[in-house]
């Protein structure tokens, strides 16, 4: 198992290189134990993607981070601060720091993409109609849809619902970016699309990237950092060599049924 050198530093002191630390994670449902003591550390900067089988709590996890569940046992910390002890008014400035883009894109469908793209401004913002309409055509182009703010969700295509998704995400000039399966129900072509815009958001914003992915095609494209979740546990952190190298039996099983070679 490939864990972090910093495993076992105190991750409630700020990291240059870590923005996100999760230590002893746990989590039940009905008596159901989801997450049974998540350890895992999100590199700053970088896109780190966490993958897993369906199940095995990703989804969870995910949420988690966000701040939108509490656990039973652990502690999250972002940028030193432990997000699971602070209440949902403190909550709400931390995640100011983040922005989400949802599998199927959740697009408000009686919306334009315009008034899509918006929505984070108008809700969280003090700027002008003006200031935020630049805005919005300005972050329209940063993701190749320069013309279609006029146009409503249905009468675009999957890849072109993600971007604008991405936009939406992105607009408030987030510190950190979640993506739920992004490329879920799309084609080839769009797949590497979406991975190029996910690659050049990070490289041009410097965000931290935190990808929730079952694709192994996408995962090794762009993933600096891959961690993979099994049963409730990660049980397996690296980079793509390393994680190609894996001597983890589930993890080399995972990679070898996902047409990986190792």
Do not use: C, W
């Not at 966000?66 to 601060?81: A, N, S, W």
Request: proline content about 4%; glycine content about 8%; charged content about 25%.
């Amino acid at each position: 198992m490939v864990l972090s050198r910093d495993r076992f530093d105190d991750p409630s002191e700020y990291s240059e290189k870590y923005q996100i630390r999760v230590r002893d994670l746990k989590k039940s449902f009905r008596g159901q134990m989801v997450l049974k003591g998540i350890n895992l550390d999100l590199e700053r900067g970088k896109i780190n993607i966490i993958i897993g089988g369906s199940g095995h709590g990703k989804s969870v996890t995910m949420k988690h981070l966000m701040g939108l569940m509490k656990p039973d046992e652990g502690h999250i910390f972002v940028d030193g601060v432990d997000i699971t002890a602070l209440s949902e008014y403190e909550l709400n400035s931390i995640r100011m720091k983040f922005g989400m883009v949802f599998q199927y894109a959740a697009l408000f469908d009686s919306m334009t993409v315009f008034e899509n793209v918006a929505f984070p401004l108008v809700e969280h913002s003090s700027l002008s109609k003006s200031e935020i309409a630049d805005k919005v055509y300005e972050t329209l182009k940063a993701v190749g849809l320069p013309d279609i703010g006029h146009k409503y969700p249905n009468e675009l295509s999957g890849g072109m619902r993600k971007r604008v998704g991405l936009a939406r995400a992105i607009i408030i000039n987030p510190e950190v970016i979640f993506y739920d399966e992004p490329t879920t129900g799309l084609d080839p072509v769009a797949t590497k699309h979406v991975d190029d815009m996910i690659a050049s958001i990070n490289s041009e914003l410097g965000v931290t990237s935190v990808v929730i992915s079952h694709d192994m095609a996408s995962t090794f494209r762009i993933a600096h950092r891959i961690a993979m979740l099994y049963q409730g546990r990660i049980i397996e952190v690296g980079t793509p060599e390393e994680f190609r190298n894996t001597t983890v039996p589930e993890a080399r099983e995972f990679l070898e049924v996902s047409g990986v070679s190792v």
